[in-house]
C-alpha cells in the first residue's frame, strides 16, 4: 500500500471518530493498511453509522453504559462493561445509540491479513459473534496486550496481527445458543400515526429515538424495528429523509446552507451536508444551483 492510500485511510479512520465528537488519546495505522486503532472517551450519541469494508472490533475500557446497535445484518442491545468486547460487520449500515463510555476500536481490513497471515476469513462465521456483548477473558487480555503493544510498538510488530488472528479465531468460532425465532411485528397503524405526528411536530428540533420510542410506550428496540417493519427504514433514516425534503424546499426559496441547516435541526452545517449529499448525490450548494 502506497504511503498516500495509507494516509487517506487513516484520515478517513479519524475522520469517522469526529462524527461522534471526540478526540481520541491514541489513533495508529498501520503502514501496511492492514489495521487501525484508536481510544476515546465518547459522551451519549444517538447517530447512523455509513458502512465501512473495515472489520471493527471494539473493547469498553472503562464504565458501564447502554448501548445498542441495529442493522439488516445484525442487532445488538443491552448493557455493555469495563472488559465487553463487541464487533461490527464490514459494509454494514447501522443505527448506533451509546450513554457514554470509554471505548477502544481496532478496525481491520480482512482481505490484506489474509495475505499477510496466508489465512482465510468467511464474513457469515461472525454473524453469530455479532449479535451479542462478548464477556470472554480471551479476547479481553489478547485486545488489551495489543492496546499496550501499540502504544510503544505502533502498528509494525508481528505481535499485533497474530494476536489479531488469535480474537478473529475465537469470534469466527462463536455460536450464540439457539433460541426461539420471533417475528417482528410493524407498529399498530394508531401507532405509526402517532410516531408519525411526532416527528412531524418535532421535525425543526433535534429528535432522538430514545424519545420517539418512550412517546408510543415502547422501549427502543422494539420500536427501531418495529418502526422499519412498518416502514422500511429505520427511524433515523425516515427522520433525515423527512428533513431533506423541508431543506430542498427552502435552498430553492433562497436560504444559505447554514441557515437551512439550522432550520431543519442540524447545529453543525457539516453534518446537513454530508446527510444532504449521502440522500440526494451532491452537496447542498450545487443541487441548489441545478435546480434553481
Not at 498501520?30 to 473493547?59: C, K, T, V, Y
Not at 415502547?218 to 412498518?230: E, G, H, Y
Amino acid at each position: 500500500m502506497s504511503i498516500k492510500t495509507w494516509q487517506q485511510e487513516h484520515d478517513d479512520f479519524n475522520h469517522r471518530l469526529a462524527k461522534y465528537g471526540v478526540k481520541p488519546s491514541l489513533s495508529l495505522s498501520s503502514p501496511n493498511g492492514i489495521a487501525q486503532i484508536a481510544h476515546a472517551q465518547f459522551d451519549a450519541f444517538e447517530q447512523i453509522q455509513e458502512p465501512s469494508s473495515r472489520f471493527m472490533i471494539n473493547l469498553c475500557t472503562s464504565g458501564v453504559s447502554k448501548f445498542g446497535r441495529f442493522s439488516n445484518e445484525a442487532n445488538l442491545e443491552g448493557v455493555i462493561r469495563t472488559g465487553d468486547v463487541l464487533i461490527a460487520l464490514p459494509n454494514s449500515k447501522s443505527e448506533i445509540y451509546c450513554s457514554g463510555t470509554s471505548m477502544l476500536g481496532i478496525a481491520i481490513d480482512l482481505s490484506s491479513l489474509e495475505e499477510n497471515l496466508n489465512e482465510k476469513f468467511i464474513i457469515e462465521d461472525f454473524m453469530s459473534a455479532a449479535s451479542v456483548f462478548h464477556k470472554d477473558p480471551l479476547l479481553t487480555s489478547v485486545l488489551t496486550a495489543l492496546w499496550r503493544d501499540a502504544e510503544v510498538n505502533g502498528l509494525t510488530s508481528a505481535f499485533f496481527e497474530h494476536g489479531l488472528l488469535i480474537v478473529l479465531k475465537q469470534l469466527a468460532n462463536y455460536r450464540a445458543k439457539k433460541t426461539v425465532t420471533q417475528l417482528v411485528k410493524p407498529l399498530s397503524d394508531k401507532l405509526l400515526k402517532r410516531a408519525l405526528e411526532y416527528i412531524n411536530s418535532q421535525i425543526y428540533s433535534d429528535i432522538r429515538v430514545s424519545a420517539l420510542a418512550k412517546y408510543v410506550n415502547l422501549d427502543i428496540r422494539t420500536f427501531t424495528r418495529s418502526f422499519r417493519s412498518a416502514t422500511g427504514y429505520a427511524p433515523f433514516e425516515y427522520i433525515t429523509m423527512r428533513r431533506m425534503v423541508i431543506a430542498k424546499d427552502l435552498l430553492l426559496k433562497g436560504y444559505s446552507v447554514t441557515e437551512t441547516s439550522m432550520i431543519v435541526g442540524y447545529s453543525n452545517p457539516s453534518k446537513f451536508s454530508a446527510a444532504f449529499r449521502r440522500l440526494n448525490g451532491s452537496a447542498p450548494k450545487t443541487w441548489s444551483m441545478l435546480n434553481k
